[in-house]
């Protein structure tokens, strides 16, 4: 995966539960080859969870999109979610508490839908 295509996944895992649930059934099914990798994966999709910055982003369209997928998010437990799935991978536990500018950018995520 280059920086775009693994930036993309991240946003997906933190905003879009059917990737989330699609990783999920790949840890309960013992699928995973590369616990780090995605461990990795996954603590960047927590981080996009964190407060947003208030230097260093792309630009303000990329922050209210931003901060427009974190809000509908909460509807899911996404955040509850993703801790537990780092605590099935044996990750230690999350400190950061502010997103750096630098993951902030304008992503669109696929259509979802219900039917």
Not at 82 to 95: D, K
Request: aromatic share 10%.
């Amino acid at each position: 995966m280059n920086g775009r295509e693994r930036l993309q996944y991240c946003y997906e895992l933190a905003f879009f539960p059917p990737r989330l649930n699609e990783v999920w059934s790949r840890i309960k099914s013992g699928s995973v080859s590369d616990g780090d990798e995605l461990g990795e994966l996954l603590d960047t999709a927590l981080l996009l969870h964190q407060a947003l910055p208030s230097t260093g982003y792309a630009s303000q369209r990329a922050l209210n999109r931003l901060a427009l997928y974190q809000a509908k998010a909460r509807a899911f437990g996404t955040v509850i979610f993703l801790r537990n799935l780092r605590q099935q991978l044996g990750r230690a536990p999350f400190t950061q508490r502010e997103l750096p500018g630098s993951l902030v950018r304008d992503i669109g995520l696929p259509p979802f839908s219900r039917g």
